[in-house]
């Protein structure tokens, strides 16, 4: 599940969702993956900003119209399967079989979504640099607003290579590496745990014949990115 907290011009724009007026007080009790999702405007074009918590992971999405903003949910989710992709195989790619896995992890997780206002100053800091540094690219740097996901998730590796601290990590930390970690972490604990009863399902079995249809497009766009990036 996602628990999405989000600024009140953003609440404006994605009224059709489901927000509640009153924010979780025990989020952290339910295993909700937490973001916190801000609007921006950057050359008269609306953008989202969001960062999940733990990590300061951040994706962008800029030039949103009003049709993006409704279906956000389904967007967003595209979006965390195919950057999970990316940044799990920089380095090296990874097998067939634990891709496959990462699909139906980045599904699962994304699924169920909540919504609410709150924010968090810790949080909002590093939005506010996130901003910053996508200006600084495009007002100052003549960069064009990166509104594809491939051109969004360039940007990402730039914006996520950079330090963060927060009072809970005692020395700075890239997110990038800990968002990666943690989807690596989560196709380690799986395979430990039910060890290759999940991966050795066949094609007819309905989990994995649908994380295979929702990851379609999403797997081509992120196995060339990392083609790319690697050269």
Excluded at 13 to 27: H, T
Excluded at 86 to 91: G, P, R, S
Excluded at 129 to 147: A, F, I, M, T
Excluded at 190 to 215: F, I
Aim: hydrophobic letters at 35%.
């Amino acid at each position: 599940m996602i628990q999405f907290y989000l600024s009140k011009d953003l609440a404006k724009d994605l009224a059709s969702l489901p927000i509640e007026k009153n924010p979780p007080q025990e989020e952290a009790d339910t295993g909700a993956v937490i973001w916190y999702a801000h609007r921006v405007t950057i050359m008269r074009r609306k953008c989202i900003i969001a960062m999940e918590l733990q990590s300061r992971y951040t994706m962008v999405f800029c030039g949103l119209t009003k049709p993006d903003f409704h279906n956000f949910a389904q967007l967003f989710g595209q979006r965390l399967l195919q950057e999970a992709c990316v940044i799990t195989q920089l380095q090296e790619p990874l097998p067939d079989a634990d891709v496959q896995l990462l699909c139906e992890l980045a599904n699962e997780v994304s699924m169920e979504q909540s919504f609410a206002c709150h924010s968090d100053r810790s949080v909002q800091s590093h939005i506010n640099q996130v901003k910053e540094h996508l200006e600084d690219l495009v007002l100052r740097g003549g960069y064009p607003l990166p509104e594809s996901p491939d051109d969004s998730m360039r940007f990402g590796l730039l914006a996520n290579d950079m330090l963060r601290k927060t009072k809970n990590h005692k020395d700075y930390f890239v997110p990038l590496e800990v968002y990666a970690d943690f989807w690596l972490g989560m196709i380690r604990h799986v395979k430990e745990r039910v060890g290759s009863s999940m991966l050795d399902e066949g094609p007819d079995d309905g989990p994995k014949q649908t994380a295979s249809d929702t990851q379609g497009g999403g797997k081509v766009i992120a196995v060339d990115f990392v083609k790319r990036r690697r050269k």
